[in-house]
Every structure is written in C-alpha cells, then in structure tokens.
C-alpha cells in the first residue's frame, strides 16, 4: 500500500501544475497529431538531447497520463540472455509544461510491474550494460520485476543563450521464485546540464554534459540443501573464471560511473539543418560479495553516436525530411588474477584483457508528410539499415562477427474528423547476413554453456523479416482527449521460428 501511495504522490507531482490547461480549445487534438507524425516527431527529438534545448521543443503545454499492457512470445530466445518474451503492466505520466516564453519545466513518473519468461545464464539484469562479468547458470527462470522511474527538468533563456538542466532516477526490484532464487536490486542515477547559443537566423548551437551513477547487487539463493546447480563467474563467449564458480560464490555486485558530452545544432521553427553528436564513457567493475568484495573484472565501454538531417518543405501539405544516423560502441574487458587467500583476502598479482565487443550500426531514412485533405495525412519512412557485431576473446580464441543490412519502411495515415482523432499504420523491415564468421576454440559444444554460446550465434546470424500493425482513435471529452492505441508485432528468424507481441496503451492527454 505505501508503493502505491507514493507512486500516487509522484503522479500528483507531476500532473498538478497543468490542471488549468485543461480547458484548450479542441485545437490540442490538431497538436497531438502533428506532433506522432514521424517527420515531427523524429524532429522533435533532436531538442531532448540537451535540456536547454528543450524551451524549444513545444509551443503548448502538453501532459499525458497512461496505462500500458505489453506481451511478447519467442519460439526461441534472441539472446538467452534476454529470455523468450515477457509480459509487463506499465503506468506513467509526463508532462511538459511552459512557465513563461522562456521557460519550461517538465517531468515524468512511471511503474512496471510483471515478468520476463525463461532468462537463462544471467542471473543478473541489465545483461548488455554488464556483459561479460555476470553470474549465470543453466537452470534459469523466469524473473519478476518491480520498476520504478522518476524525471524531470527545467530550461530558461536569457537574451541569446538557453541553459538546462535534467535529472532521472530508476530503481527496480527483480527476484525469482525457484532455485537458484535470484533478487537483485537496481539503482541508476542520471543527470544532466546545457547550454545553447542562438547563431544568426533560426539556428541554435548547444553544449551539454551529464554523470550516471549505476549499482547492482545480486543475491542467488538455494532452498534446496541437495542442490547440484552450478553459478557460474562468466567473463565472455563461453569462458569462466573456474576458480570462483560453484556454490560458494551467491552474491555479485557491480558499481559504474559514467559521463556524457554532447554537441547539436538545432532550429527554432523545426525546419532546415538539424544535427547531433553524443559521447558516453562508463567503467563497470564486477565486485565477488562472498570474496571479500573482490574485483574479479572491469569493463571500459565508449559510446558514440551522430545524427543528421534536414527538413524541406515543398509545400503547405507535403514536407520531406531525410536523416543519416551512425552509432559505435567499443567494450574492453579486464579480467584481475588473483594469489593464494590469506585470511580472507585474496592479493592481486596481475590483470589480463582479453575480452572485446564492438558494434557499429547506421541508418539512412527519408520521412515523408502528405497533406491529403483537411484533417488527413499520410507519412511514409522508407530507410536502409546495417547492423555490424563482433565479440572475441583472445585465448582460448572465441570470435563472432556477424553484420546485417536491410529495407526498413513505416506507412502512417491520421486523420481529425469532428472530435475524433485516428492513426492506423503499418511497418516492414527485412535483414540479411552478410559477413558471417565464427571460432570457437577448445569449447565443449556439448556443454550447457557450449549450447547457449552456438545458439546465440545462430539466432544473431540468421536473416529475419518484421513487421508491426498499429491502430488508434481518440476523442475530445471536456477539454481532455481520451484515447487507446492497439500494435501488433512479429519476428521471423531463418529456421529459428518467430516472435509475437502485442501492446495496448489507455491515455489521457490535456
């Protein structure tokens, strides 16, 4: 009861100051459209990445308060890792509120609740955040999960210069009912600051940065005595650190601190030049609590990421907008060698890095906004995407490159009849393999683990096709417009079946 009285007062919080707003003109439907349009909304979300840069983001006050429903299916998992599908219950509200011309605050509280099925050799969650220093073993399970995310932020301007600033925070509770009884608990701290100068004519360069604080404690527990489950200290493609896996090492630990710089360029009508670059660098080091808190590994992780586009309007109803996006990661990880313990303690006599991910994606899009009648439109996002991914450790050799390339296109149609708003859409993508290459030295392929490393491998390398449906009406009830979207998606993997999901989403927006 105390969880759902203090999530109400967040809610409170968050919603309070818009109140007055709710009595607008039927005009906020005709916003709420243009706004889910993709040319706008891909433009849009070029001010989020700097928070001083989000006075411009919006004309209008604009909150929103939802309930969400979300449940997916694999015949086999993607990554075991990540499990075979999930089904989560969600309640959020946002808002985005402007105080005066020059100056806006807006904020966000949400809950998720429900389970996701048969994750296996991870015995923590975050898996692709902590990767490869996590306990895991073969059994698995599936894990509940409580989660908890607070935000907000505030921009103001003066003369030619904006600042920002923004801070989040998530915590979730995840536990497994069966051995091995896993609960592991999340805290992850973000915040963020910006400036931005306004350049000659509608242009606005920005600089900001920002800090995470990141934790994780994970307890594995056994209510069986009689228990013959291994946890295994797994540091990547099949490898273990053998000296700590066992029944004696139940409780991992993982600490980061990370930052981001960031550079966009964005405009003050939402037309012409838009562009960003983003950087984020963070360690993760992976703490053994039955050992003393050693620090059996760590790992370095840099992310880059660019975007650009430009937004031409060749008419009062037909505007077109083409985007490039570029993103890199690079991981090395650290495995700490250890001597013989001494009264609890275990020196370190060295280190070892052999260990490494890199992963390289890019996308070329073309949105496109047709005004078809008065009240309709049509949007069509024709791209190619590519996909490269190569993990590797050094010895014994293990090495997976695998790169993927494909046509991604979204079809959008809306519609404002009366008090009616209507959105009904369709999307595709198809991905192809290219390069595909794999060692796997001295790995038992007979093995629990052997099993997990080839399937992952197999599922990342075979070809897939998706598609998605998505409907939606909404309607403008006493200065509110109450709405339901329904979407519909699937996944078929090259021998290796498919995926199904399915999400509804209740909302209320004023």
């Not at 898996?127 to 490869?132: E, G, S, V």
């Amino acid at each position: 009861m105390r969880t759902l009285a203090d999530l109400s007062i967040c809610f409170a919080v968050v919603m309070a100051g818009t109140v007055p707003a709710m009595a607008r003109p039927r005009t906020l439907a005709l916003h709420v459209m243009e706004r889910s349009l993709p040319v706008e909304s891909m433009r849009t979300s070029l001010y989020s990445y700097n928070p001083a840069t989000m006075i411009m983001c919006d004309s209008l006050s604009l909150s929103e308060l939802s309930v969400n429903g979300d449940m997916s299916r694999y015949d086999e998992a993607y990554m075991m890792q990540l499990g075979r599908g999930h089904t989560l219950l969600s309640i959020k509200a946002e808002s985005y509120m402007r105080l005066s011309r020059n100056s806006v605050v807006w904020g966000d509280a949400g809950f998720t609740t429900g389970n996701n099925r048969d994750i296996r050799w991870t015995d923590c969650v975050d898996y692709l955040k902590l990767a490869p220093y996590v306990l895991g073993d073969a059994v698995g399970g599936d894990m509940s999960t409580r989660r908890y995310e607070f935000g907000g932020g505030w921009a103001t301007g003066a003369g030619r210069w904006m600042f920002g600033i923004h801070a989040s925070y998530r915590a979730s509770v995840d536990y497994r009912n069966r051995d091995p009884r896993v609960k592991t608990v999340v805290s992850d701290l973000k915040a963020d600051m910006g400036a931005a100068y306004s350049l000659s004519g509608n242009y606005s360069l920005g600089l900001s940065a920002g800090i995470e604080v990141y934790n994780q404690n994970c307890d594995v527990d056994f209510y069986n005595p009689m228990n013959d489950i291994d946890t295994y200290t797994l540091t990547g493609l099949g490898t273990y650190y053998a000296r700590f896996m066992g029944n004696t090492n139940k409780n991992s630990g993982y600490d980061s601190f990370g930052f981001n710089l960031g550079m966009q360029l964005v405009s003050a009508d939402h037309s012409g030049w838009g562009a960003a670059v983003a950087y984020e660098g963070y360690r993760m080091e992976q703490l053994l609590r039955n050992f003393n808190n050693l620090t059996l590994g760590y790992s370095d992780v840099h992310e880059l990421s660019a975007l650009t586009s430009y937004r031409i309007k060749m008419s009062p109803s037909f505007s077109i907008m083409p985007e490039i996006r570029l993103a890199m990661s690079n991981r090395r990880s650290t495995e700490n060698l250890f001597g013989n313990a001494a009264g609890g303690s275990y020196p370190k006599i060295g280190d070892r890095s052999l260990y490494r991910h890199d992963n390289l994606e890019g996308s070329v899009a073309v949105a496109m906004q047709i005004g078809l009648s008065e009240g309709s439109v049509l949007s069509a996002v024709p791209s190619v995407a590519y996909v490269r991914d190569h993990e590797r450790y050094e010895s014994p050799e293990r090495d997976v490159d695998v790169d993927h390339i494909g046509p991604v296109i979204d079809l959008v149609y809306s519609k404002l009849a009366g008090d009616w708003l209507w959105h009904a859409g369709i999307g595709g993508s198809m991905s192809f393999a290219g390069t595909k290459s794999a060692v796997f030295r001295e790995m038992d392929m007979s093995s629990d683990l052997g099993k997990c490393v080839m399937h992952n491998y197999r599922m990342l390398a075979s070809d897939r096709m998706s598609g998605t449906l998505s409907a939606g009406a909404s309607r403008y009830v006493d200065g509110l417009l109450v709405g339901i979207d329904i979407t519909y998606y699937t996944t078929s993997f090259e021998h290796h079946g498919s995926c199904h999901g399915a999400s509804a989403t209740v909302s209320v927006k004023f």
